[in-house]
């Protein structure tokens, strides 16, 4: 009964995303390729001295997003630290110069990794006018940067140009994000979620104890939060509070944010180069890995061992009672598997193998389906690899949907796939190798021995794959961990778009070529040589770490 339930959520989710794949996909083609602007859209660039017509270079769209991502890092960072001198900042005091950079650097890079209670650390304003800003404008510069590598495959006449940054930006923002984020907040305050300006209400418990209960503005956060794949919680509980995700329907509802963009992505591919089966092919992809995740990890769960779980039918350690093992095992997926983070069960809770797959999801490097944007982006860097293997052992010129991979393209795509990896173990290994930064990392850390190992490599991945999500079982508020991983997560965040725009500005000036591969690239055969070709990057650099983490906590006990 218990697999039951597991393939019917599955399904439930699967139906809603299909049903919704073409016209969501098909209309965020039609917004990055209309050629007219709105009336607000166009105040918008008066305001800002922008050209919309103007097409951009990629080296110009580059600089364009660091510009803007820059001023945004130095804008909430000032926020942060003044905060005590905003309206509703509920005589919450600024936070610490670290905290700051490394909340601002968090939200900035779409990860929102939060070493502090939010409910305890940010006021109001700070929350609506800084960190849910973030959330609104990170998660469009991650669907620009995919829209312009599009754009790149796309061109077909020998032109650099890959749009203008700044009309993506407010597309994606006022078109896309604003709008269905407005339709989910409903539904959220609908589902319980809540919403107001209360700050804290004294109440005194059946135990005689007072309790501050904190309100917010939570609804409104929450949706874009899921909507964005960004991932930080209004509290520190993050979704499995239950002012943030009372009931099962708002927790599936959540999921569903969660998967859309990067879900219907491929289909507003499929449309910008004309050839859906192109779309269909990461589509596929996205959900065998999906699929292969979950079913792993929810198997380790039910299979949780000792009395405690056979009396609870699985390891509901760390679970919210009313979602269940199936309703967070969907849940984490979803969120390790996208650039989410959010979380509605305790990660570090999870069976030595669960844990394990939770981070395996964020190894394959989040395409499984990746982040509103960077799904894409990072999966078409693989597909780049992959056509150019088929290629090989076929004997012929590598070529994808009309555009030559030359050396120049293998280049890139061969440095995009060690970024996080370097990042992830090269931080790992400084963290033990020095002394003094050795010291402070095991004085934060929660547990001892391989599980204690687990929740610092999973701080270290998450934040180089601007994941966000932890074990929580690594306190890492302090001066050094804050700075390391804010420096990482920027890092991990545009190192990768600096080499998506580079192979977007190379394939652009491309004309079309013939293809002459033998084996067609949307073909079963294909999606099996991806899939494969994915977790055989992914798992080998990190087996080292993980055989004296999650393995040896799974199999010495």
Same mark, same amino acid.
């Given at each position: 009964m218990a697999w039951v339930f597991a393939v019917?959520?599955?399904?439930?989710?699967?139906?809603?995303?299909?049903v919704l794949y073409r016209p969501l996909g098909d209309y965020m083609a039609w917004v990055f390729t209309s050629e007219r602007h709105w009336r607000i859209e166009r105040l918008c660039y008066r305001l800002a001295g922008v050209d919309p017509e103007r097409q951009q270079s990629w080296r110009t769209y580059l600089r364009s997003i660091i510009a803007f991502s820059l001023a945004g890092l130095v804008l909430l960072y000032v926020m942060l630290r003044l905060q005590h001198l905003l309206p509703y900042s509920l005589g919450l005091p600024p936070m610490s110069s670290d905290l700051a950079f490394n909340t601002a650097a968090s939200?900035?890079?779409?990860?929102?990794?939060?070493?502090?209670? =939010?409910?305890?650390?940010?006021?109001?304003?700070?929350q609506m006018a800084g960190l849910a800003v973030q959330n609104f404008v990170s998660a469009a510069v991650s669907m620009a940067v995919? #829209?312009?590598?599009?754009?790149?495959?796309?061109s077909r006449g020998g032109r650099s140009g890959l749009g203008n940054f700044w009309v993506d930006l407010?597309?994606?923002?006022?078109? #896309?994000?604003?709008? #269905?984020?407005?339709?989910?907040?409903?539904?959220?305050?609908?589902?319980?979620?809540i919403q107001n300006f209360s700050g804290f209400t004294n109440v005194e418990s059946v135990a005689g104890v007072t309790q501050a209960i904190p309100g917010g503005p939570v609804a409104s956060q929450e949706s874009i939060k899921m909507l964005g794949t960004n991932g930080g919680g209004f509290f520190n509980a993050n979704s499995a509070h239950p002012f943030e995700n009372p009931t099962p329907w708002t927790n599936m509802l959540q999921v569903l944010l969660l998967l859309l963009i990067p879900f219907t992505m491929p289909r507003t591919l499929g449309t910008m180069v004309g050839n859906q089966r192109a779309g269909y092919a990461l589509l596929a992809t996205?959900?065998?890995?999906? !699929?292969?995740?979950?079913?792993?990890l929810t198997a380790f769960e039910f299979a949780g061992s000792g009395s405690a779980p056979q009396l609870a039918g699985g390891a509901m350690e760390g679970k919210e009672q009313r979602f269940g093992i199936v309703g967070s095992t969907l849940f984490a997926t979803a969120t390790t598997g996208t650039t989410g983070g959010a979380v509605n069960s305790m990660h570090g809770s999870y069976t030595a193998f669960g844990g394990l797959m939770l981070m395996f999801d964020m190894m394959l490097?989040?395409?499984?389906?990746?982040?509103?944007?960077?799904?894409?982006y990072t999966l078409l860097i693989l597909m780049v690899i992959a056509v150019f293997l088929t290629a090989l052992l076929l004997g012929r010129s590598p070529v994808y949907?009309?555009?030559?991979?030359?050396?120049?393209?293998?280049? !890139?795509?061969?440095?995009? !796939?060690?970024?996080? =990896?370097?990042?992830? #173990?090269?931080?790992?290994?400084?963290?033990?190798? !020095?002394?003094s930064v050795k010291a402070e990392i095991v004085s934060s850390m929660g547990n001892d021995g391989s599980h204690g190992l687990s929740e610092v490599f999973y701080a270290f991945i998450s934040a180089a794959i601007n994941n966000g999500s932890a074990f929580a079982g690594l306190s890492a508020n302090t001066p050094l961990l804050n700075i390391m991983l804010g420096v990482v997560i920027l890092l991990g965040r545009f190192i990768p778009i600096v080499l998506v725009l580079a192979l977007a500005g190379s394939l652009s000036m491309q004309g079309k070529a013939e293809s002459t591969l033998e084996l067609p690239l949307h073909r079963p055969q294909f999606v099996g040589l991806l899939v494969g070709l994915i977790v055989f990057i992914a798992v080998p650099m990190f087996v080292p770490i993980l055989l004296v983490g999650p393995f040896a906590e799974g199999f010495i006990r």
């Open positions: 019917t959520a599955l399904l439930l989710v699967a139906l809603v995303l299909a939200f900035v890079g779409n990860t929102n990794w939060q070493s502090y209670s =939010p409910e305890q650390t940010v006021g109001y304003v700070a995919a #829209i312009a590598l599009i754009r790149g495959i796309a407010v597309r994606a923002n006022l078109r #896309i994000l604003l709008p #269905i984020s407005i339709v989910a907040a409903v539904l959220l305050l609908a589902g319980g979620v996205m959900a065998v890995l999906f !699929i292969l995740v979950y079913a792993s490097g989040e395409v499984a389906p990746g982040g509103a944007g960077s799904g894409v949907l009309g555009k030559r991979l030359g050396v120049r393209e293998l280049k !890139i795509v061969s440095i995009a !796939i060690l970024v996080m =990896p370097t990042l992830a #173990i090269g931080s790992i290994a400084m963290s033990f190798a !020095i002394p």
